[in-house]
């Protein structure tokens, strides 16, 4: 934490949050930016390791003899400050966190990292008035965890010690915290369960037990570990898993109260729309054609999604255009024409003289995407000057005259010809792709 | 030709208007949607609660890995749409070290792309998002140059 680290990370944040602004993104969705995770000091490097001499950090000069403590507690809080301080430059509304898993847990934890660990002083999370973090929530991590020790024996007392495992329960790991200030809200960001860590009970209600037995303390939020891919990476269960068996004890609608083990009754069942329809009609070298519609709504229309090859995502349209009675009744619309139609311009990055496979999704607000009928036909289109935006083998004056024409208009990816570089918007990038070309 | 009189009331306005305009640029608007979730004292500490409608908000919901390498909008979009549809109202995600920055310095412009994306989608689906950024860009210039100096204390 010195002070070009500090520098560093400050420039992150700025950097991150400035280019959101700069995409109209829309932050007033976002909770607090959380700049470090499960944070901790390694022991055995430098300059904890040391156990003499003094050292100069951002915060001020301490003695490793006896200072250890100090200094990790004050440059934590002059760096969490100073980080804090730069997002509310750029984003003066946005609230800060830091996460932290317990320190009974990095201690004990028969896999836990050797030599790490947070300040046992807390409080400077917690507590800004005693001069501590000013950051606004803390995230806390709490896992069902366990370690082992060896089995006192009184008498005779066996060759090889008896081992046994000890849980770590959410009190051991609360009191760890040691927190004195309940002035910031606390989340559990993270909470789940090891696929290394057997328990008696089912993975969902071992979860379930252990969400309720936290609401002894005053959380104002959980995130369980892992929705998905998140968890199998790290060899947890995931909540998707086994027919989403944690999702029907974590999810609202199946328990409203989280600090209740009574599930919701009757149990509700998600609601399950009518996806919506669609077919992929022509997809030659100048355009793709089709049509897509809800049929739980079928004024709405629909965006439209193509994919090139699995996941080379193209562009996307919404499907408003006329189109003739046979779609306007495949889709349930009493009107005729109706407008469900589609169009998008073969974008010039597939004109390359190699086969590509495309997909087409209908993107619905209210349920899934699924791909439009006869989606994963093939295209080979032979490779052709970026610029050459009429199709007629070479760039010239009549390719410039209709990119000057269309200069400045905006649409989805690759909507006109004009759109050579695919970003949405005819531009001066386009306008130097095609003179970079001119007379080839 | 003016009289002394109109004079004086166009000075007045002026000095009125000249005024009101650098009371905006002393104090300009945020260029961006002002953050909707705050933190006020509740009964029992700290809470949070909705600045539109004053309502005490908990967060029930997941954290998601979505794939940075390969942004998938219909991923992403699907997910987000079962979460609203099982009541979850919250996501924390993770933006990725190794994807974030840009090699030519700066952050990478389609991963921020993507990012707003998602984003978007969120606030489609009613979520509120938890970004965390753990690390600093493995690329774009942020790592300090003395890399040891990244470490404890």
């Given amino acids: 934490m010195s002070q070009p680290y500090i520098d560093a990370k400050k420039r992150f944040m700025q950097d991150f949050i400035n280019e959101l602004h700069k995409r109209n993104a829309p932050t007033e969705i976002i909770v607090g930016y959380e700049f470090e995770n499960e944070l901790t000091f390694q022991l055995d490097q430098k300059p904890l390791s040391l156990s003499s001499g003094t ?113 770590i329960s959410v009190d051991d790991q609360m009191n760890a915290y040691q927190i004195t200030s309940n002035k910031k809200p606390i989340i559990l960001g993270e909470f789940g369960l090891s696929k290394d860590n057997p328990t008696l009970e089912t993975p969902a209600d071992f979860l379930l037990n252990w969400q309720v037995s936290s609401c002894t303390y005053p959380f104002q939020g959980w995130l369980t570990w892992a929705w998905d891919q998140a968890a199998k990476i790290t060899n947890y269960w995931s909540v998707d898993e086994n027919d989403g068996a944690i999702n029907q004890v974590m999810a609202p609608i199946y328990r409203a109260n989280p600090c209740k083990a009574e599930k919701t009754l009757p149990t509700p069942t998600p609601p399950s729309l009518p996806p919506p329809v669609g077919y992929l009609g022509e997809v030659s070298c100048t355009i793709f054609n089709g049509w897509a519609g809800d049929t739980s709504n079928v004024t709405r229309s629909v965006d439209v999604h193509f994919y090139a090859d699995g996941s080379n995502f193209l562009g996307m349209t919404t499907a408003a255009l006329p189109r003739e009675k046979a779609v306007c009744d495949a889709n349930g619309s009493t009107e005729n024409p109706c407008n469900h139609g589609f169009v998008f311009n073969t974008p010039v990055s597939l004109k390359d003289g190699k086969s590509h496979t495309i997909d087409v999704y209908a993107i619905s607000p209210d349920g899934f995407n699924p791909k439009l009928t006869n989606s994963g036909k093939t295209i080979t289109c032979p490779a052709t000057n970026p610029g050459d935006l009429n199709s007629d083998g070479k760039v010239d004056i009549f390719d410039y005259n209709i990119l000057i024409g269309d200069f400045g208009k905006t649409g989805s990816a690759g909507f006109v010809p004009s759109d050579i570089d695919n970003n949405g918007k005819v531009d001066i990038f386009d306008y130097n792709l095609l003179v970079s070309n001119y007379g080839k | 030709m003016w009289s002394s009189k109109y004079l004086s009331k166009y000075t007045r306005l002026c000095s009125v208007f000249v005024l009101f305009v650098l009371f905006f640029s002393l104090f300009p608007s945020p260029v961006y949607a002002l953050n909707r979730i705050g933190i006020r004292q509740g009964a029992n500490g700290g809470e949070f609660y909705d600045t539109v409608t004053n309502n005490k908000f908990i967060f029930r919901g997941n954290n998601y890995y979505f794939d940075q390498w390969f942004y998938s909008r219909t991923d992403v979009q699907n997910v987000f749409t079962q979460f609203k549809q099982y009541g979850y109202n919250s996501v924390r995600i993770f933006i990725n070290h190794e994807v974030v920055g840009n090699p030519s310095g700066g952050l990478s412009s389609q991963n921020m792309d993507n990012t707003v994306d998602l984003l978007k989608k969120a606030k ?12 600093l860009p493995s690329t774009g210039g942020y790592i300090p140059p003395d890399s040891s100096l990244t470490a404890n204390i």
């Fill in chain 1, 55 to 167: 050292i100069q950090t951002a915060s001020d000069v301490y003695d490793m003899s006896s200072q250890k403590e100090l200094a990790m507690s004050a440059n934590l809080v002059n760096w969490s400050n100073q980080v804090s301080d730069a997002i509310k430059q750029v984003e003066p509304t946005a609230l800060t966190t830091i996460s932290f898993t317990s320190p009974i847990v990095l201690a004990k934890q028969k896999f836990a990292t050797k030599n790490t660990q947070i300040v046992s002083t807390f409080w400077i999370f917690v507590d800004s008035d005693k001069g501590g973090s000013s950051i606004d929530f803390v995230d806390l991590h709490l896992y069902p965890a366990a370690f082992e020790e060896i089995v006192p024996c009184k008498k005779k007392c066996p060759e090889v010690p008896e081992i046994r495992s000890v849980p």
């Fill in chain 2, 124 to 135: 489609a689906n009613n979520l509120y998002v938890f970004p965390v950024l753990y690390k």
